[in-house]
């Protein structure tokens, strides 16, 4: 990991102390027991650090999008076109810049363009769901953007696991994708006031939602029984956050003025 000065390093861990990301800051310690879970070995501090700055960066940016600023999702793809992390009076400035920059450090040499390019699909998945004019073409792209978000924290980890982990990237896109429609349930009825839908959710559309997070939950659960109360945390960690949100209108937003979601592991 690269150099992290003191007063970035004290700037993040107040980020990371903020009540509006405790659901995030939860996240890796969970990735861990799943990581258990299979039996896979790995570097347990390295691990929880790159989570920790990618899940934290999520929230982050899923924070600035609430806030309901106007398509900056360029401007943080282009501060991580650069690999080399940067800690310049914008990043005091800004706790999008700042989170990024920490990304950075957290990256592998070997994954970065990896994921960079992952992080490129995310922004067009999430501009996709924002166009889409049905609630079927918004579930699905939902989803997409979940196990996306996912998938991204497993490519970040991924060189630090040793042994047969293919199974736990499957695990994580799934919890992702169960993730990111828990997130649409407790938020659909606020972005549609916000008008940041493209069609106007029916009674029979939030009882589809509720039904796909019952029958994708339960097939997860049947599968994995033992990570069960590790699910149920984790949907009570995503609810409690959004009593504790209040947007921070100082903030740029990643992509339009859509929410990118937790899509959280666990």
Known sequence: MDYIPGSVERAYQAIADDPRYKHFVHIPDRIIRCIDYFGIVCDRVATRARLHAYYLFIGVVDDSIDSGQIDTGRLILDYLSTPVPLFDETGRRSSVKLITEILKCQAETETYPLMLNKL???????????????????????????????????????????????????????????????????????????????????????????????????????????????????????VGDRFRARPNLSQPSFVSDRKVGPASVA
């Open 120 to 238: 490129r699909e995310l922004y067009d998945a999430v501009v996709r769901e924002r166009s889409a004019t049905s609630f079927g073409a918004y579930l699905e792209h939902r989803r997409s953007v979940g196990a996306l978000t996912a998938e991204i924290s497993y490519v970040l980890i991924r060189p630090g696991l040793s042994g047969e982990h293919e199974r736990l990237c499957c695990l994580m896109k799934q919890v992702g994708a169960i993730g990111c429609l828990v997130d649409s349930l407790i938020d659909l009825n606020a972005d549609r006031r916000l008008g940041l839908l493209g069609f106007k959710p029916r009674f029979s559309d939030y009882a589809k939602l509720i039904a796909s997070i019952l029958r994708d939950g339960l097939r997860m659960s049947l599968r994995h029984p033992r990570l069960v109360g590790l699910f149920l945390r984790a949907i009570g960690d995503n």
